[in-house]
């Protein structure tokens, strides 16, 4: 079965230390995406990728950090610099960059403490 | 987002009933996609509209993009407590940006 598949469902941390959020694709997507959502808000852009070894700054790119070293993956780092790191955070992939739909992975809630 | 307006924020609605949420922007969709989430997991693709004028269909939700491809509405007909959720409108504003921007969204409760 093709998808997207984050890990893991639930992340806690301290506050202070980095944490890195898993995403893996096997649908052969060149796009990749990083969203934040909030309670009761919609999607805020992070990171996003449009091909390997590139990415650019989406909305919200301060205290993240992202690589893009293989065309499956696309992880993401929520470093101690993200003031409010807490939230439930969304990896996507499209076809391309164009009118294609995205495809959204379950989610990982992360809770800093 | 202040780019794709949602309308209304939360629906509640008596089972059977039909519904209708609005997406709105000031500039040129050139790609226009409805979601559906549940809440705490990933959003379930439903629909994209890229043509004025467009309508699709699917099961007992219908969703169209007016002429001018600046507003988009959903409908849903006879809802049943299955369709309860959070609907969402992404849209590509700037052609060949590469990326979407999201409305808020709708919360949508069916009553049984």
């Known amino acids: 079965d093709g998808g997207i598949t984050q890990s893991p469902k639930y992340l806690f941390r301290k506050e202070g230390q980095n944490v890195t959020l898993s995403c893996e694709q096997n649908?052969?997507?060149?796009?990749m995406y990083w969203y934040r959502q909030d309670p009761g808000q919609g999607l805020r852009l992070i990171y996003y990728?449009?091909?390997?070894?590139?990415?650019q700054k989406g909305d919200i790119a301060e205290g993240y950090s992202v690589s893009r070293e293989k065309k499956e993956s696309f992880p993401l780092t929520v470093t101690s610099a993200q003031k409010n790191p807490t939230a439930f955070y969304l990896c996507a992939s499209r076809a391309a960059a164009g009118s294609y739909e995205q495809y959204f992975g379950p989610g990982t809630r992360l809770t800093v403490t | 987002s202040q780019e794709l307006e949602q309308s209304p924020q939360s629906l509640i609605v008596q089972e059977g009933k039909n519904l209708t949420i609005n997406c709105t922007s000031s500039k040129t969709l050139y790609g226009l996609y409805w979601y559906k989430q549940k809440y705490g997991e990933g959003l379930i693709f439903l629909m994209m509209l890229q043509k004025g004028g467009e309508e699709k269909s699917h099961e007992k939700i219908t969703a169209k993009l007016d002429e001018k491809k600046q507003q988009s509405s959903l409908h849903i007909t006879a809802s049943q407590p299955s369709h309860a959720g959070i609907y969402l409108c992404?849209?590509?504003?700037?052609?060949?940006?590469?990326?979407?921007?999201f409305g808020d969204g709708t919360t949508l409760t069916v009553k049984p």
């Open positions: 649908l052969n997507h060149d796009a």
């Open positions: 992404g849209a590509d504003i700037y052609t060949n940006a590469g990326k979407s921007t």
């Open positions: 990728s449009q091909i390997v070894n590139d990415f």
